[in-house]
């Protein structure tokens, strides 16, 4: 079981607007900046979105990351098939001394 | 451009042990730490651990402690992880990924290897 609690399942309609939360401690994002990956299916996971908000080249402004106290979040507006993929979320665990991971967000559009 | 590419597929038996590799280019190897992530058929991913190139430090999370080596040969900018004392839950898909900066208040990992499948059964 993972220190970091994401829904396991969320969808949407092409065109809406979908958020991923993460909910984890101060040891982790209370205390360090959140990452998100990217997974589509059968592939290696992709940098999304690096320290709370910040979107690395090529990755489309409908990806938005914040954070908030113990909680970060992903959105994704303008929803699109191409969206449909797992997201994690990952910040650094000082009490771990390591890095940890949400169980992960399936994202369907319908 | 910067990529990192791992050895091929594995099957062992249980109690053996199994060695991926990662191989970079397009940068400086010795410049970036190296982590281990493996992900289970179906599952979530697991962070296993990092290794520094430049100076072979490494850090291991405490479920694999005892159990996993990173290593490193710079003249051929290769990464290795071996898994020792194999379990059918060993069975995953294993990922090197390279860290920006452990130093630095905002680090991630970016890019990832295409991931290495090891089969654990008997």
């Known amino acids: 079981q993972s220190v970091l609690t994401q829904p396991p399942s969320a969808s949407g309609t092409p065109g809406q607007r979908v958020t991923i939360s993460c909910s984890g401690s101060?040891?982790?994002?209370?205390?360090?900046?959140v990452n998100w990956y990217q997974q589509l299916p059968g592939t290696a996971p992709k940098l999304l979105i690096y320290s709370n908000n910040q979107r690395p080249s090529g990755v489309p402004d409908r990806f938005s990351g914040s954070k908030s106290g113990t909680s970060a979040s992903l959105a994704i507006s303008g929803l699109q098939s191409e969206d449909e993929a797992d997201y994690y979320c990952?910040?650094?665990?000082?009490?771990?001394?390591?890095?940890?991971f949400g169980g992960g967000t399936k994202l369907t559009v319908l | 451009q910067v990529q990192l590419v791992q050895s091929g597929a594995e099957v062992k038996k249980p109690g053996a042990s199994v060695k991926v590799s990662c191989k970079a280019s397009g940068y400086t190897f010795s410049s970036y730490d190296i982590n281990w992530v493996r992900q289970a058929t179906g599952q979530g991913l697991e962070w296993m651990g990092w290794?520094?190139?430049?100076?072979?430090?490494?850090g291991y999370a405490q479920k694999f402690q005892g159990r996993v080596t990173m290593t490193r040969n710079t003249s051929m900018n290769t990464a290795y992880m071996e898994l020792s004392s194999l379990k059918s839950e060993d069975t995953a898909v294993y990922y090197c990924t390279r860290e920006l900066d452990r130093e630095a208040d905002d680090n991630w990992f970016d890019p990832w290897g295409q991931g290495t499948l090891v089969t654990v059964s008997s």
């Open positions: 101060s040891s982790n994002i209370g205390s360090n900046t």
């Open positions: 290794m520094n190139p430049n100076s072979g430090n490494t």
């Open positions: 990952a910040p650094w665990d000082d009490s771990l001394n390591g890095w940890v």
